[in-house]
């Protein structure tokens, strides 16, 4: 394997109007029989722009850039909720997935989140996908009790489960930091 170079990516804030990286990877879901496909005026669209505006201000949207093509291929969008570090998303162009990306972004968000004084990390994905709870666990992540779900995380999850196909998939994770 003489020759080869490894792939390095950097990290770089951006704009919300930067995210076409999460199309792309959406289109992973639809292998799960998800099919999410809405106009940019939908609400749920529409909040999530704004969510990802509000990270963008904060300087919690955040691109992975391949050094050697010059391209982004992965961010996350790091917001708050109800005093905790909100990973409002996190994605990878799927011709960039296995390659080390989503987990330097994880690194990158957990550091974050640690820098700005917050002792846990929350998330909302879907739990039945190869690809997120099982990943998520890896890290430390465990499933929160509906009960034991913050006011604002819990109207996230009460939006998504409104409008995302399969809504009783939809669950709340937190890692301690």
Known sequence: ??????????????????????????????????????????????????????????GGLVFAESETEGARVGFFALGDADDEAYLEQIAVLPTHMRRGIGRQLITAVIAMARR??????????????????????????????AERVGPTLRHD?????????????RIAMRKVL
């Not at 394997?1 to 109007?17: C, I, N, W």
């Not at 199309?23 to 992973?28: E, I, P, S, T």
């Not at 029989?33 to 505006?53: C, K, S, T, Y």
């Not at 939006?159 to 995302?164: A, E, G, I, S």
Request: with cysteine.
């Open 1 to 58: 394997m003489s020759g080869m170079t490894k792939a390095t990516y950097v990290l770089r804030p951006g704009s919300p109007e930067d995210v076409a990286i999460d199309d792309a990877a959406v289109a992973l879901y639809a292998e799960a029989g998800i099919i999410m496909d809405f106009g940019a005026d939908h609400p749920l669209v529409v909040a999530e722009q704004n969510a990802w505006r509000t990270c963008a201000k904060n």
């Open 116 to 145: 700005r004084g917050h002792t846990h990390l929350v998330l909302a994905i879907y739990d039945h996908v190869p690809w997120n709870r099982p990943y998520y666990e890896a890290l430390g992540f465990a499933p929160i009790l």
């Open 157 to 169: 999850l009460a939006t998504q489960r409104r409008y995302l196909p399969m809504p009783h998939h």
